[in-house]
């Protein structure tokens, strides 16, 4: 991509804001970047967004922590949850929705 981690990060934020005003009455949630398997060469980029995003204080919506759910000691999306490094097996998705539940589940 040719957008740099900022503008990402900055694009990220303005499509939360944008909903929750658009939807005062919606509650808005917002993940952060899911990690990808230690082989591939955005690893770090995923990082830094992620980073990028957690900076902005001053939220309109939650930001939900998937990277750190999903990642293993490592930092990178852990084997038994991946297929290939970025597609998700069926405990992959188990985690994920389970994780997604303590946000949205009343």
Known sequence: TNYTVEEVGSKINEIGTALAD?????????QTLMPLGDAHDK???LNDINNEINGFT?????????????ADDQGVL?????????????????????????????
Do not use: C
């Open 58 to 70: 001053e939220r309109k919506y939650l930001l939900i922590d998937t990277y750190t759910a999903m």
């Open 78 to 106: 852990a084997t038994d949850l991946t297929t290939d490094g970025v597609h998700l097996t069926s405990a992959g998705y188990e985690k994920w929705v389970a994780f997604l539940k303590l946000y949205i589940e009343d």
């Open 43 to 45: 690893v770090q980029r």
């Open 22 to 30: 658009s939807l005062p009455n919606a509650k808005i949630f917002i």
